[in-house]
């Protein structure tokens, strides 16, 4: 099932100490790494250039603590094999306690 979104959105699954750290305040991680690989620039490509949002998923049993970030910068490092995703703006967080830094129950 795929869905429509008004900005061009990538919806990534990630582990819950760096959901917590992208969602910490003050925030402590900027820059979010994938491997370079066909997959991922093919995932890539089908959202366009920057700036687009990047949904963070963490965990799969409702419900899903879930992060829309604003992607300002894509740089493709060849000598590390990795994608550098430069957060920007949180834009939108559900079921997860930003003071706490754990999902909300």
Same mark, same amino acid.
């Given at each position: $099932?795929? $869905? =429509?979104?008004?900005?061009?959105? #990538?919806?990534? &699954?990630?582990?819950?100490? *760096? *959901? ?6 003050? /925030? /402590? ?22 700036? *687009? &949002?990047?949904?963070?998923? &963490?965990? $799969? ?8 970030? /604003? ?5 493709? =490092? ?8 430069? #957060?920007?703006?949180?834009? &939108?967080?559900?079921?997860?306690? /930003? ?7």
């Amino acid at each position: $099932m795929t $869905m =429509k979104y008004s900005v061009p959105t #990538l919806v990534v &699954n990630i582990k819950q100490q *760096f *959901f917590a750290a992208i969602l910490a305040q003050p /925030r /402590r991680k900027f820059i979010e790494y994938r491997d370079l690989t066909d997959y991922w620039e093919t995932r890539l490509a089908k959202v366009g250039k920057p700036p *687009f &949002n990047l949904r963070l998923l &963490n965990g $799969m049993t409702p419900p899903v603590p879930e992060a829309t970030v /604003r992607v300002t910068k894509v740089v493709r =490092k060849k000598r590390s094999k990795t994608i550098e995703l430069h #957060l920007g703006k949180v834009l &939108n967080v559900k079921h997860w306690d /930003r003071k706490k830094e754990c999902p909300k129950r």
